[in-house]
């Protein structure tokens, strides 16, 4: 870590506890445990995961993307509308509230 673990935000607990011996399992539980996790979780991100990820973030991207966006609109509201139609809906009413 970049940074002393007394500066953790991991650390919150143990600061506003003020007992000593908490503060020093807490300070050993940060240090071994939890910045050792995200460590290991960060090079996952940064060798295995980036690689493998879309470059686009939209649910159309994916096939079958638009079926999937209508069950995700149907499961939310109650409407049948297309992501289109809500789309210009709200375009529509974003107009009237000028």
């Given at each position: 870590?970049?940074?002393?673990?007394?500066?953790?935000?991991?650390?919150?607990?143990?600061?506003?506890?003020?007992?000593?011996?908490?503060?020093?399992?807490?300070?050993?539980?940060?240090?071994?445990?939890?910045?050792?996790?995200?460590?290991?979780?960060?090079?996952?991100?940064?060798?295995?995961?980036?690689?493998?990820?879309?470059?686009?973030?939209?649910?159309?991207?994916?096939?079958?993307?638009?079926?999937?966006?209508?069950?995700?609109?149907?499961?939310?509201?109650?409407?049948?509308?297309?992501?289109?139609?809500?789309?210009r809906l709200g375009e529509k009413s974003?107009?009237?509230?000028?």
């Amino acid at each position: 870590m970049d940074y002393k673990i007394a500066d953790s935000p991991f650390m919150s607990p143990a600061k506003r506890d003020g007992n000593p011996v908490f503060y020093a399992r807490w300070e050993e539980l940060v240090s071994k445990e939890i910045n050792p996790a995200i460590a290991k979780y960060q090079n996952f991100l940064k060798k295995e995961y980036l690689d493998a990820a879309r470059d686009e973030i939209s649910i159309l991207s994916l096939p079958r993307g638009k079926e999937c966006y209508q069950a995700y609109i149907r499961n939310f509201t109650s409407t049948n509308k297309t992501g289109d139609e809500i789309f210009r809906l709200g375009e529509k009413s974003s107009r009237r509230m000028k």
